[in-house]
């Protein structure tokens, strides 16, 4: 049957009009939601939330370090303790900026749609961190817990306002869960107990707070620093938890991506599908398109999924936007070529 594409979020073009148009000249009808593409500064995922934290007063006593158990890069991250003074049960922090940049991207999104440059029933995608994202990559271990409900409320409050603004019908809402699912599979500890079930009940807490209407995904990542995942998974078996336990404690979900790295066309990694049995409005994707091995290698992870999961759409294991621009065409025609076969 044919396929789906589905972008995850960065898609590392000049801007959002040229993701918009780049992307539904070359997708079509194969591609049912675009995101903006989190050009320029939202590039790096959550790096530049890194301004959020310095201009907050809860947070201080910055903390500066090159290296971080599990990443393959020396970049300096900033870490923040909480001010013992702040009771986070009333705290307010400031916009997290999440709502800002997608409300200027949906005038965009808008105005090419009514000009006939987007496909008329494509949704407007916004791919949003969850909470522990934030928490993880720039609060210190011993505050995690006791800053999260701060940023849980600035986080769901963002997605409040674009839901106020945003026709339910034309939007989509991704939460990217990579920490979480890191912490599952051996990577960066988490600040609770039990990895799985833990994340499982935060996921859904803000699965909820979608309203009725809008289409909702969850993206199961890795990582991506230097075009390489945090954890390698052994299989898909925690990726498969974390969906079981999702769609079936949440409001409707919509889809639910997993990566599949380049070199996993073994049946192994694809064998914990068999015990997936996703509700039926819950469509899976798998990231297992490489530009690197181009439509052949594409395939041959497909036919190895296909013994375990009959239906499924096509997508990157993570965002491109941190790729040459130059290569993204023809990574947008190798989706298209997939999706026709």
Same mark, same amino acid.
């Given at each position: ?181 890191? !912490?599952? +599979?051996? *990577?960066?500890? @988490?600040? #609770?107990? %039990?990895?799985?079930?833990?994340? =499982?009940?935060?996921?859904?807490? &803000? ?5 009725? !209407?809008? +289409?909702? *995904?969850?993206? @199961?990542? #890795?990582? %991506?620093?230097?075009?390489?995942? =945090?954890?390698?998974?052994?299989? &898909? ?16 979900? %919509? ?87």
């Amino acid at each position: 049957m044919p396929r789906n594409a589905h972008l995850v979020g960065s898609v590392g073009l000049e801007d959002a009009a040229t993701v918009f148009r780049t992307v539904s000249e070359t997708l079509g009808d194969c591609c049912s939601r675009i995101p903006d593409g989190e050009t320029g500064a939202r590039g790096y995922w959550v790096r530049w939330q890194l301004q959020t934290f310095e201009a907050s007063p809860a947070f201080t006593s910055k903390v500066i370090t090159e290296t971080r158990d599990g990443f393959k890069d020396n970049l300096k991250r900033a870490f923040f303790n909480l001010d013992p003074a702040i009771d986070p049960t009333t705290y307010e922090m400031g916009d997290l900026g999440y709502a800002a940049a997608a409300l200027e991207s949906w005038g965009q999104f808008q105005k090419l749609q009514q000009a006939g440059d987007i496909a008329p029933a494509a949704r407007f995608q916004v791919s949003l961190p969850t909470p522990m994202a934030l928490l993880q990559s720039f609060i210190q271990p011993e505050d995690r817990l006791a800053a999260e409900p701060i940023v849980e409320r600035a986080m769901l409050r963002d997605l409040d306002t674009i839901q106020a603004t945003v026709p339910a019908e034309r939007l989509s809402i991704q939460w990217d869960v990579c920490f979480e699912i890191l !912490g599952a +599979d051996g *990577g960066p500890p @988490l600040p #609770y107990a %039990d990895a799985v079930d833990g994340s =499982i009940e935060r996921v859904i807490r &803000l699965c909820q707070r979608v309203a009725d !209407g809008v +289409d909702l *995904g969850i993206h @199961l990542c #890795y990582g %991506d620093p230097g075009h390489k995942h =945090i954890v390698e998974p052994p299989d &898909l078996r925690v990726s498969v938890a974390f969906a079981k336990g999702i769609a079936g404690g949440s409001r409707r979900i %919509d889809f639910i991506h997993m990566p599949v790295p380049k070199d996993r066309a073994d049946d192994a990694y694809y064998a914990p599908l068999d015990g997936l049995a996703l509700p039926a409005e819950t469509s899976l994707i798998l990231g297992l398109v490489h530009l690197t091995d181009g439509v052949d290698g594409a395939r041959a992870r497909m036919a190895a999924a296909e013994k375990h999961v009959a239906n499924y759409d096509i997508a990157t294991e993570c965002g491109f936007g941190r790729r040459d621009p130059a290569t993204i065409p023809d990574l947008l025609k190798l989706h298209r070529a997939l999706c026709a076969a």
